[in-house]
């Protein structure tokens, strides 16, 4: 795999426990995914999480399930058609 970025759409949300927020920007196809966390605090006075990003394909990792891809791949493109890549989720 190379280090080309890869454009990837916001596709998940999930808020933890200790006020970690669990962030997941996957393909448009739903094949591969990263997951980051931040702050709850860090949401608020941080850089925004935004519709999209380009993350290295290196840095990138399978989504092994057919149900999950299919539903990061809905996600994606629904966040595409919604917003512009920079705008604020």
Request: some cysteine.
């Amino acid at each position: 795999m190379s280090d080309a970025p890869v454009q990837c759409w916001f596709v998940e949300r999930e808020f933890g426990d200790r006020n970690v927020v669990t962030i997941v920007y996957a393909t448009p196809d739903g094949s591969r995914y990263q997951q980051r966390e931040r702050s709850s605090a860090s949401l608020r006075t941080g850089s925004p999480v935004t519709a999209a990003v380009e993350i290295p394909e290196s840095a990138l990792e399978p989504v092994d399930d057919e149900e999950t891809r299919t539903r990061y791949a809905t996600e994606a493109e629904r966040t595409a058609n919604r917003y512009a890549p920079d705008d604020p989720v």
